[in-house]
């Protein structure tokens, strides 16, 4: 008798911890990533409530981290319909990656030639406004996000086709020089595959991996910044005004500093960047990784090579005219006049993209101790993404 009771129990509490394990996942990507002190979660070889704690410099032969492959049958299994609807080849006469339905030859369906794939907080609104003003760019928003979001979305009745997703670039329009340009400045990485595939080390599968296989002859425009100045925008951004202040994110700041340090020490930077609980551990308003390019970029360079354009938002505000031209020549259609670009372009009249609050002006710049604290975490990786695309302005020094 007591040992079928023992077995009862047993077996209740494996279903409660089961029906755990799978609750919270859910919760979260409902309702957001909850406000978690760190210090209950994890064990700590770095304390990152201190503020005096030092900064590690990563070995800088973490950078060579060995390639990782996509599992494409994962992403097949997921969406079956992307391999299943793709032609055997796109039609030569048209710029973007466009073909004929096999169910109505009357209709052309397109997917883009070119992806702004990010990063978010360093312009890609603004950039996306002006790129799209030339007459051979053409799009159907900013952030189509099927790929990293409703292709996938946690409730089924939300997810959008594929279908409808190319359909959405409107393809009875793209004339034959049309470059077709996806938004989204998600796609640098994956952020809820720990959700989606639990217990793995790594990422299944990688975004421009995939869409390396479905349109290799794309082109990438990635845009980056400042990673001490992107982290505070992305504060400001993504707080509520009612309770930011400067000494929460310095608190915030050293937190994510001791716990991507505390990876640091166990794995390589890859792993690191690539783990999102890294960072939302502490906090899912400010996000420390993001401003790691070396780890993004150079995952997007080995599959794309030249086919991607790394751009500095401050290159772009310096000069916004030499800088659309660059990307015009970059995507071989015409380079436009200054004096058309600046009475056409550059001078409509317009709500600016994702400015500051008006209420996060008040609170000021952030600590010196906090902007000291940044760029001694961010230096290394901004030289190793300085030599890796042997371009000095990436150091940022």
Not at 12 to 32: K, S
Not at 45 to 69: C, K, M, V, Y
Not at 104 to 132: D, H, I, M, W
Not at 325 to 354: C, G, S, W, Y
Request: charged fraction near 25%; hydrophobic fraction near 35%.
């Amino acid at each position: 008798m007591q040992r079928s009771i023992k077995v009862r129990v047993t077996l209740l509490l494996a279903i409660l911890v089961f029906l755990t394990v799978q609750f919270i996942p859910y919760a979260v990507t409902q309702y957001g990533f909850p406000k978690i002190q760190s210090s209950s979660l994890v064990q700590y070889s770095i304390d990152p409530t201190r503020h005096d704690q030092e900064i590690i410099s990563p070995d800088l032969a973490g950078f060579d981290w060995p390639p990782r492959e996509s599992d494409l049958r994962v992403f097949q299994a997921e969406s079956p319909e992307v391999f299943s609807s793709l032609p055997p080849g796109y039609l030569p006469d048209y710029r973007s990656f466009c073909w004929h339905d096999n169910a109505n030859e009357n209709q052309l369906l397109c997917l883009p030639q070119v992806y702004l794939a990010g990063f978010p907080k360093c312009g890609t609104s603004e950039l996306y406004r002006k790129l799209t003003r030339h007459h051979l760019i053409q799009s159907v928003g900013k952030e189509p996000q099927w790929w990293t979001k409703w292709r996938i979305y946690a409730r089924k009745e939300q997810r959008i086709s594929f279908d409808s997703y190319i359909k959405s670039f409107r393809p009875e329009t793209v004339k034959r020089g049309t470059v077709v340009l996806d938004g989204s400045p998600t796609l640098w990485h994956q952020s809820d595959w720990k959700r989606r595939f639990p217990g793995l080390d790594n990422p299944p599968y990688y975004y421009q991996d995939i869409i390396h296989r479905v349109t290799p002859a794309a082109k990438v425009l990635m845009i980056v910044r400042n990673p001490t100045e992107r982290m505070w925008s992305d504060y400001l951004a993504f707080t509520d005004m009612k309770r930011a202040s400067v000494e929460m994110f310095d608190d915030l700041v050293h937190r994510q500093v001791g716990l991507f340090n505390d990876c640091l020490s166990r794995r390589d930077v890859r792993s690191c960047c690539d783990d999102p609980s890294v960072a939302l551990r502490v906090s899912a308003e400010v996000v420390l990784p993001i401003g790691v390019y070396i780890c993004f970029v150079r995952d997007w360079k080995e599959k794309f090579g030249d086919q991607l354009m790394v751009l500095r938002l401050e290159d772009y505000m310096k000069d916004q005219i030499a800088v659309l031209n660059d990307i015009f020549k970059f995507l071989d259609i015409p380079q436009l006049n200054r004096t058309f670009m600046e009475t056409t372009i550059l001078h409509v009249q317009e709500k600016p993209a994702n400015t500051r609050k008006e209420e996060a002006v008040s609170i000021g710049d952030m600590l010196p101790s906090t902007r000291k604290a940044l760029d001694d975490f961010y230096r290394p990786y901004n030289q190793a993404l300085s030599r890796y695309l042997n371009d000095s302005r990436f150091s940022y020094t």
